[in-house]
């Protein structure tokens, strides 16, 4: 299978660990992004990269999450100390610069 | 924040019925795009049509756009229960960068 993955699917945490998640895309493509979706909401953004470089970071991305694409291949988005407010999914997508961008499954975090 | 708005939140059909959905959005783009996530599933990406176009079809889907009305509407003809599921529309606004979704539109389909 050639789609975008997400590591691991679930993440349960007490608050104030720290977890990280991990992305990796359609080989080919060049963008990755992060989105958030919580309940009844739909996906919303939090950063992207092209190739390696960290080009754009939402305001929702306070300075507890931190993401990462070395290489320009997978990526991984950290999460410290973690709130309750921090539970939501979070969706990864890749895509070519102006084409449509595919979904990987997500990882469901909840933070007790 | 969130740009796009669907209309209605949820729609209840019968199976072969066709469904309508409709999302306004609130600055200028250079395509809509329509998704589909199934309960506590990804995003599956559905169409796009770009900014200079004003309707696209896809198999039973047909997707139309306004942009003299910044809007949009997503029509999925004889419809299955396999079409169960939430759809948002999707703005992109810079050209490949960040996506603006809507809250979406839970679309039930009873056999």
């Known amino acids: 299978d050639t789609g975008v993955s997400q590591n691991p699917r679930h993440k349960i945490t007490k608050r104030g660990q720290n977890v990280t998640f991990r992305c990796d895309p359609i080989?080919?493509?060049?963008?990755l992004y992060w989105y958030r979706q919580t309940l009844g909401q739909g996906p919303e953004f939090l950063t992207y990269?092209?190739?390696?470089?960290?080009?754009?970071k939402s305001r929702l991305l306070s300075d507890r999450f931190s993401a990462e694409r070395p290489k320009g291949s997978f990526s991984t988005l950290e999460i410290q100390r973690t709130e309750q407010g921090d539970s939501a999914m979070y969706l990864c997508?890749?895509?070519?610069?102006?084409?449509?961008?595919?979904f990987g499954p997500g990882t469901r975090l909840t933070v007790t | 924040s969130q740009q796009g708005e669907e209309d209605p939140q949820a729609l209840s059909i019968q199976e072969g019925e066709n469904a309508t959905m409709n999302c306004s959005y609130k600055t200028s783009i250079n395509n809509l795009q329509w998704y589909r996530q199934n309960s506590g599933r990804g995003l599956v990406h559905l169409i796009l049509?770009?900014?200079?176009?004003r309707e696209k079809h896809s198999g039973r889907l047909r997707v139309t756009l306004d942009t003299s009305k910044k809007s949009s509407s997503l029509l999925i003809t004889a419809s299955r229960a396999a079409d169960t599921a939430s759809y948002f529309c999707a703005t992109d606004v810079d050209s490949g960068y960040a996506l603006n979704f809507g809250k979406g539109t839970s679309l039930l389909v009873t056999p």
């Open positions: 997508a890749s895509s070519f610069p102006t084409g449509e961008q595919y």
């Open positions: 049509i770009r900014s200079n176009e």
């Open positions: 990269f092209q190739n390696e470089a960290q080009l754009e």
């Open positions: 080989s080919e493509h060049n963008r």
